[in-house]
């Protein structure tokens, strides 16, 4: 393959991936982008290996069809609620695999590799043992495996700085190091890496791991563009820039929804900050789980699902707030069918979506659109926020952090200061959740407190959701039989 043949096929592939993020800026176009790109990548896969002339190399062939069957499986076999915990693991994996590349120059290295070469082949080793030591975590603390919480040890900056001092002083000794030394330096600044991404990721409490997760995306991308300077591959620099460069502005995004920083997200400073208001915390959700234990009888149960039929079937202007519960109960279609049922009756039915709602940016997004609710009618938290003062109903599914007032007022919890959905501006407050318990970032939702205004229907939304359509259909059928 010639030079400039090879030169084009490169940028076509740049053309292509590049268009492919711009489609995923819509959902109705995502899958087209998701598609191209991965397309272009595969062709780049190709084209590399061609210009390389290992081609001919079976094992490469091997680890492209193996590859390809992992990928198959997951796609096929994880389910929506566990995608932010393969999103981490994904993150991870290039993470490891721009570290391996980077291992490979370092350790080989002789008097012919540039001092460039090597340090840039340290930094991806960083670069990339970081993402992959961050990425393992925040995998663990999504799936449950650790605790939610930041985990934040004794002498835990201490431990951060020492770390992140040594592993910036490996870096030029790597860079100068001779061929005898260089593989002891590069496991060294692997096991140093390591330490230090797990370190500032397990302070991450769970209401941040949007961030985490755009940041340790940011992290990949950049450590691919770093091991591509190493070994001059022009293409692995410009797609390591893209990814890296549109993690880095989901993050802003992400940190702007939570009204936080990238800093105050990894120094742990979203934690309660002290130990009387986590007690106080504590005693005001004790109280009133207990109150609503009491009072969930079945004859209150049902009195507060028939006075829920009645609100809605008085509403004009309905936003329904979807959140993280609801993908836990798999409820999205029964919310697909109560919107088409609302809107067949002639109310005006929106969808309000927060930037952090699940686990990971755009979540409810794809969630929703898999049932096929309209792309039209889903509103971001700044377009739908001021619609609240003049909505009738506010149908709260699964959601608490994103929903709860306390974030105006709770002084030094995790979500002071986060910009919330006003759901309790609207006339009535209906929320359909599993329980009371605070949500992800341990903050009591003062919503749960008795209030003239707010239903709460306590259990799994799925169930709830489909008792709400059987009471909502049979009021149509006997409202039609007086017609």
């Known amino acids: 393959m010639s030079v400039i043949f090879h030169r084009i096929i490169e940028l076509a592939c740049i053309i292509g991936i590049v268009s492919g993020v711009r489609l995923m800026n819509s959902p109705k176009t995502a899958r087209t982008g998701n598609l191209l790109g991965a397309a272009c990548m595969l062709i780049a896969i190709i084209t590399t290996m061609i210009s390389n002339e290992i081609v001919s190399l079976n094992i490469l062939w091997i680890s492209?069809?193996?590859?390809?069957?992992?990928?198959?499986?997951?796609?096929?076999h994880v389910t929506m609620t566990r995608i932010p915990q393969l999103v981490a693991l994904l993150n991870g994996?290039?993470?490891?695999?721009?570290?391996?590349?980077?291992?490979?120059?370092?350790?080989?290295?002789?008097?012919?590799?540039?001092?460039?070469?090597?340090?840039?082949?340290?930094?991806?080793?960083?670069?990339?043992?970081?993402?992959?030591?961050?990425?393992?975590?925040?995998?663990?603390?999504?799936?449950?495996?650790?605790?939610?919480?930041?985990?934040?040890?004794?002498?835990?900056?201490?431990?951060?700085?020492?770390t992140l001092t040594v592993t910036v002083i490996l870096i030029p000794l790597a860079t100068f190091s001779s061929s005898s030394t260089a593989t002891t330096l590069s496991v060294l600044l692997i096991l140093t890496s390591l330490i230090f991404g797990i370190l500032f990721s397990i302070r991450v409490g769970g209401a941040d791991m949007p961030i985490a997760i755009s940041l340790l995306n940011s992290l990949s991308?950049?450590?691919?563009?770093?091991?591509?300077?190493?070994?001059?591959?022009?293409?692995?620099?410009?797609?390591?820039?893209?990814?890296?460069?549109?993690?880095?502005?989901?993050?802003?995004?992400?940190?702007?929804?939570?009204?936080?920083?990238?800093?105050?997200?990894?120094?742990?400073?979203?934690?309660?900050?002290?130990?009387?208001?986590?007690?106080?915390?504590?005693i005001q959700q004790d109280d009133s789980t207990q109150t609503a234990r009491s009072t969930q009888t079945a004859e209150n149960i049902s009195d507060a699902m028939n006075k829920t039929v009645s609100i809605i079937g008085a509403a004009e202007k309905i936003i329904i707030v979807p959140g993280y519960g609801m993908a836990l109960a798999q409820a999205q279609v029964q919310l697909k069918q109560l919107f088409t049922i609302l809107e067949d009756r002639g109310k005006q039915v929106k969808f309000a979506i927060h930037?952090?709602?699940?686990?990971?940016?755009?979540?409810?997004?794809v969630l929703l659109a898999e049932v096929e609710v309209p792309y039209d009618k889903l509103y971001p938290m700044?377009?739908?926020?001021?619609?609240?003062?003049?909505?009738?109903?506010?149908?709260?599914?699964?959601?608490?952090?994103?929903?709860?007032?306390?974030?105006?007022?709770a002084e030094g919890t995790p979500i002071y200061g986060m910009p919330v959905l006003n759901v309790d501006e609207a006339d009535y407050v209906?929320?359909?959740?599993?329980?009371?318990?605070?949500?992800?970032?341990?903050?009591?939702?003062?919503?749960?407190?008795?209030?003239?205004?707010?239903?709460?229907?306590?259990?799994?939304?799925?169930?709830?959701?489909?008792?709400?359509?059987?009471?909502?259909?049979?009021?149509?059928?006997?409202?039609?039989?007086?017609?």
């Open 221 to 282: 991308g950049i450590a691919a563009a770093t091991v591509g300077l190493a070994i001059s591959n022009l293409l692995l620099v410009v797609v390591g820039a893209i990814v890296g460069s549109a993690g880095i502005v989901l993050t802003q995004i992400m940190c702007r929804a939570m009204n936080s920083s990238v800093l105050d997200v990894l120094m742990g400073k979203t934690a309660l900050s002290t130990p009387a208001q986590t007690a106080a915390n504590s």
């Open 93 to 162: 994996s290039g993470g490891a695999a721009s570290a391996i590349v980077a291992f490979v120059v370092l350790a080989g290295s002789s008097a012919t590799i540039s001092g460039i070469t090597k340090f840039t082949g340290a930094v991806a080793l960083v670069v990339g043992s970081v993402t992959l030591g961050g990425s393992l975590v925040a995998a663990a603390k999504l799936d449950g495996k650790i605790t939610t919480l930041p985990i934040i040890l004794r002498g835990h900056f201490i431990l951060n700085l020492l």
């Open 355 to 365: 930037p952090v709602a699940g686990r990971m940016p755009g979540h409810m997004n």
């Open 430 to 483: 209906i929320i359909c959740n599993k329980d009371i318990f605070p949500g992800y970032a341990g903050v009591n939702n003062p919503l749960y407190l008795p209030r003239q205004n707010t239903i709460v229907l306590l259990g799994d939304a799925a169930k709830t959701l489909s008792d709400l359509l059987e009471k909502l259909q049979q009021e149509q059928h006997y409202a039609a039989g007086f017609s």
């Open 382 to 409: 700044e377009a739908i926020n001021p619609e609240f003062k003049e909505t009738d109903v506010a149908l709260v599914v699964g959601a608490n952090d994103v929903v709860n007032p306390a974030a105006r007022t």
């Open 64 to 76: 492209l069809v193996f590859g390809a069957v992992i990928g198959y499986f997951l796609a096929v």
